[in-house]
């Protein structure tokens, strides 16, 4: 889809909203939106898609009270903007937005945690991302580096990049709008997504990438939205396999779930999002133990998560019962980086290999 | 040896004073320390006041006074226009302890055993050595007394330091002043004291000086309160020591003694008890062996009375009084007040009352405040131990949608009045009421029963508020909504008055055109049924109209056609007839505020 063409029709959707509302007024009704309810308990595995997506539990603000119509005020001083910012080719951030809705009088934004909602509302609401808004993200996005070629639709036309060959020792930066990007081809067996600056530093310069033919991608921690949507797209484009590795403790299951099924968050959009058959590879609490790694005890936090996580319809696979269940034995957790107390090459000769061939990736 | 252990200590064993025993036991009277010491003396002259007032049919005019005299010694007085005391009596009133006109009466009133004033008479002798000034006068023809007095602890005896006839501006009425030392510390306590001695005696008016401080606790009825009568005693309600004082006088025969001496005992129960005890009824009263005694009071308590006349020994504060009173203290938004029936225990004629108030000014965090009294006196210490408290604390208040932890909290008002011929305390300082199962189920009774009325009173306020936070959403937001979206889709501003009219509950006429067919349509939103009539002015002669206009003029091109119409609550109507549509549509009869009017074919 051309650039215009998603512009016009997130306008059409946008506005659809705004049309839906006008019939309701005009007909004598209270405008009204549906939304599912956005928790734990309505997220439901879609066996198509093979994502966690919101389920049927649906709840329904109408302008018959104060506080639902200031939010139906607000939405619409939103859509209104939005389409203006389509129609001017310009964009801002979630966090320009909050500050825009200054002006706003009554619809002004009280938080910026509730613009955020509302965006999300959105994108629910036209089943489209807030990217194809105009909406960016605060943070920039990760890095990749690996045997990928790729064109990138910049401000100042399109630029053919290889994340091996084109760019610095960091990587190539991908950008808040993956849609602006076309995969063009790679030389890749795997990707593994890494969760820390360190490792990812450490896999480069071991030559990890070359040596395995493998695209490394830098989660930067809980990984933003066009991270994982980049992911989907190698994963879905070339049909790669991907690998994520992170620490061991209850956080960073957290991010390989979000990866593999989907933030809870986001669940609206987890086809776009999500990469079902992204595998974890550790360190894994069996990890800790078979390779006696320098650990260090779970604090209550880490516990209260790892129980959270047992009761997640995310983690009720058996191997995570498991592992979670063993992890609560051990009371242990350990970062990706105790693999250097045996040698820094040991991660990539030995670790990494030897769970890619029990994995079959290798 | 054991004969001369026995010996030494009889030598040492004596009797002791009752003002000796009282010197050492402060704390059963409410003297246990300087803060509260204060207060019970108010309460126990304040007391003292109320009931001579009410006695000689006076509206009480009390005024107290608390000045700091030096250091942490200070001088109370407390004035009254009541009818004074004869001079001859004011030694023993405020001299000696445990001396009253009351204590063998059984009626309601305030102060029961008279060990109260004297007890702060003897305090200040303790404490500061100076004597207790009581002026008194007993009507205009008679000179004022002022006496001042001591209490010879050792005798139980009141000591008169000086008497001297002088001149008061007072026609009648008694003033004491004590000098004791205190503190202020508890002051607060000491103006709620007051506050709420105001709300259950709405006949006084009660006038504060505290230091430089006036405060006015003002009267709300011109009422003098009726004073209880004493009634005799009950059999249900005698204990054996009161039986046998009454026997050892007594001339009569047994029956005559029963039915002469106790109240609701006729002739038939008095033989009835005689049957039981197994006493002739012609025995000579006054002849009765203790043991014959002890099966007489058996007897009494097994034998079937009816209760005793609650009406005439007891004086309920009264519905409406309470509601005055607390309405003038608190600002609160929601006040009603329960006297139950009179009803009994042991014997005892009592009666509950009880007011709930929520809202207003109450403050927002906390337990509810518990206004607790004992014949029209305020109990302000020892909540938690008090049959009061805990019958509050033993009832559901989420039943009537309060919140509760222990006792329910946010803004509510709980006042309980216990009035009774023998008001049943945990201890002498008549703190709190004792656990007695008939008071405590009287009480949960009256409290059901005010907890009910809230219960409505706060379902009406909160639906009223959703009406409100809808009108709200509808008449301030909507409108910007509507022009919002207007803006989005690039078309006129929707016209929501209609929305404005369901949501806002009133009666909606619309008049649209459906090819060719004008249709004009009433909804009742509202909660009344409407009778009105609605005129359309336009050139449609509506011949064909469906139900037909109960009349129709013409004016050159222009018809108008008037139907007379009654909706129903939530009730609708329709008319349809031939036409283009165009003119006007006009409701009358009915109030302009509680329509709207859409033209949907302009």
Known sequence: MSRSQLDNLATERLVGIARKWYRQMAGGE?????????????????????????????????????????????????????????????????????????????????????????????????????????????????????????????????????????????????????????????????????????????????????????????????????????????????????????????????????????????????????????????????????????????????????????????????????????????????EQQAFAARGLDFVTKEYLPARLSVMGVL | MGVSLAEELARQQRSISVAEFFERNKHLLGFDSPTRGIITTIKEAVDNALDACEEARILPDIYIGIRRQSGDVFRIVVEDNGPGIVSRQIPFVFGKLLYGSRFHQIRQSRGQQGIGISAAVLYAQLTTGVPTVVISRTGPDRPAVRVEIQIDVGTNEPDIVSQQEIEWDRTHGTRVQIEFRSSLAARKRLVEYLKYTSVVNPHARLRLELDDETILFDRVSDEVITCPQAIKPHPHGIEIGQLRRMLIPAKEHLEDFLSNHFSRVGARTAREICTRAGLPGNRDAGSLSPKEQK??????????????????????????????????????????????????????????????????????????????????????????????????AGMSWKNYSIPQAGLPTGQLLILVHVASTNVPFTSESKDAVAGIPEIEREIVLALQDLGRDLKLFLSRRDRNRLQEDRAQAVCAILPDLAAKVAEIVEEPIPNISYIEGRVMRRLVARKRIDSGTVVIELVNYTAQPATLSLYSISPDAADDARPPPDFVTRLEDEYTKVWQISVGAGESWQTRFTGSGGGTLELRGIDPRQIVVVDQDV
């Open chain 1, 30 to 334: 209270i405008p009204s939106i549906s939304l599912p309810t956005r928790t734990k308990q309505n997220i439901a595995y879609d066996d198509e898609t093979e994502v966690w997506k919101y389920g049927n539990r649906e709840s329904t603000r109408s302008a018959g009270t104060a506080k639902s119509a200031l939010h139906l005020l607000k939405m619409a001083w939103v859509i209104w903007f939005l389409k203006n910012q389509i129609s001017e080719n310009r964009s801002s951030t979630l966090r320009e937005l909050y500050y825009i809705s200054e002006g706003w009088k009554k619809a002004k934004f009280q938080a910026q945690d509730e613009s955020n909602f509302l965006i999300e509302d959105l994108e629910i609401l036209t089943d489209m991302q807030r990217e194809a808004f105009h909406l960016r993200p605060e943070e920039d996005g990760a890095t990749i580096f690996g045997p990928l070629r790729l064109k990138e639709l910049t401000r100042r036309g399109a630029r053919d990049i290889h994340c091996q060959d084109d760019v610095g020792e960091a990587g190539y930066q991908i950008p808040t709008n993956v849609e602006n990007i076309e995969l063009l081809d790679h030389d890749a067996q795997f990707v593994i997504a890494i969760e820390t600056g360190g490792m990812y530093a450490r896999l480069i310069e071991n030559g990890f990438d070359s040596e395995f033919r493998a695209i490394l991608v830098h989660l930067k921690g809980q990984p933003a939205r066009s991270t994982r949507r980049i992911l989907n797209r190698i994963n879905d484009q070339f049909g790669i396999p991907v690998v994520v590795f992170t620490d061991g403790d209850p956080w960073s299951y957290r991010i390989y779930a979000s990866i593999a099924y989907g933030a809870i968050k986001s669940a609206h959009i987890s086809d776009l999002l999500a990469t079902p058959k992204a595998q974890f590879i550790g360190v894994q609490p069996s990890d800790i133990r078979d390779y006696n790694l320098p650990s260090d005890h779970l604090n209550e936090k880490d516990i209260a998560a790892l129980k959270s996580e047992l009761t997640d319809p995310r983690f009720s696979s058996d191997y995570w019962k498991e592992q979670i269940g063993l992890q609560l034995t051990l009371n242990l957790k350990s």
């Open chain 2, 295 to 392: 099966r007489l009071i058996e007897a009494m308590q097994e034998v079937k009375v009816p209760a005793p006349p609650v009406a005439q020994c007891l004086s309920p504060i009264g519905e409406e009084l309470i509601i005055r009173s607390l309405e003038k203290e608190f600002q609160i938004d929601f006040v009603r007040a329960r006297t139950r029936p009179g009803s009994v225990f042991s014997g005892h004629p009592f009666i509950i009352e009880a007011a709930i108030g929520y809202g207003g000014k109450l403050p927002a965090d906390g337990n509810a405040q518990i206004l607790r009294f004992a014949n029209r006196v305020p109990l302000m210490y020892q909540q938690g131990a008090c049959a009061i408290t805990q019958a509050i």
